[in-house]
């Protein structure tokens, strides 16, 4: 079975700029979460997705959205990028059925400076 | 909200050596609570998890047990390797609203010496 995959992997982008992230799940999960991580914040939930929907949604700015189409694979998108938005963004997929109690599969990740 | 405290580290251990990373948490409701494993340059991946209190948890001789009573799952290992060198992080997921949000502790870097 294939793993969560993220596209790019790495990014390069200037302040201002926007940018797409890719995210394609386990075959059969329907649950889509992105996590952002950087050295002094951590790891820091963003939102999920779960057959189209978001579900959850964590204390990001307005920059920061995503979405999920029919076929589970997700995206997410941030607008006019800060310097402060240089992280490693990890998705995490899983069947989304079970309140919390799942695994959750991570991807390797997209890496992205903003400079 | 929801939190999980663990011990920052570094940690620095000889092979062979006892591991104890500890964790607590704070949590409404009934969490399940995780251990993650992130290797350098890799997303993260699961090792070990429990769902309800008095559960352990136990993966390639890693354990941890579910501690309702001191709102704990400290994650233990009786004998490291070098290849057990990586980024540990404690992680609960509240059962409020059919969520699959994870709630990280900051890691916790280990590195094992030969």
């Known amino acids: 079975k294939a793993g969560v995959t993220q596209t790019p992997r790495y990014l390069i982008k200037t302040r201002g700029q926007q940018v797409t992230l890719s995210c394609s799940p386990i075959?059969?999960?329907?649950?889509v979460s992105w996590y952002q991580q950087t050295p002094g914040q951590g790891l820091q939930f963003l939102f999920e997705y779960f057959s189209e929907t978001q579900r959850n949604k964590g204390n990001f700015p307005g920059r920061f959205s995503g979405r999920q189409f029919s076929n589970s694979r997700s995206e997410m998108n941030v607008s006019t990028l800060e310097l402060g938005d240089s992280a490693l963004y990890l998705c995490?997929?899983?069947?989304?059925?079970?309140?919390?109690?799942?695994?959750?599969?991570f991807g390797p990740g997209t890496r992205l400076l903003v400079l | 909200g929801d939190s999980v405290t663990q011990m920052e580290g570094p940690v620095t251990l000889s092979e062979e050596a006892f591991l104890t990373i500890n964790c607590t948490y704070t949590a409404t409701g009934y969490p399940s609570l995780f251990w993650y494993v992130q290797y350098p340059g890799e997303g993260l991946q699961l090792l070990l998890k429990a769902t309800k209190a008095d559960d352990k948890g136990s993966n390639k001789g890693f354990e941890a047990t579910y501690r309702k009573e001191t709102t704990s799952f400290h994650l233990e290992k009786g004998s490291v390797q070098v290849s057990d060198s990586a980024v540990y992080f404690c992680a609960l997921s509240d059962d409020q609203g059919g969520s699959e949000k994870l709630v990280f502790g900051k890691g916790t870097k280990l590195t094992v010496n030969p």
């Open positions: 075959s059969g999960h329907r649950s």
């Open positions: 995490a997929s899983s069947l989304g059925l079970a309140g919390g109690k799942e695994t959750q599969y």
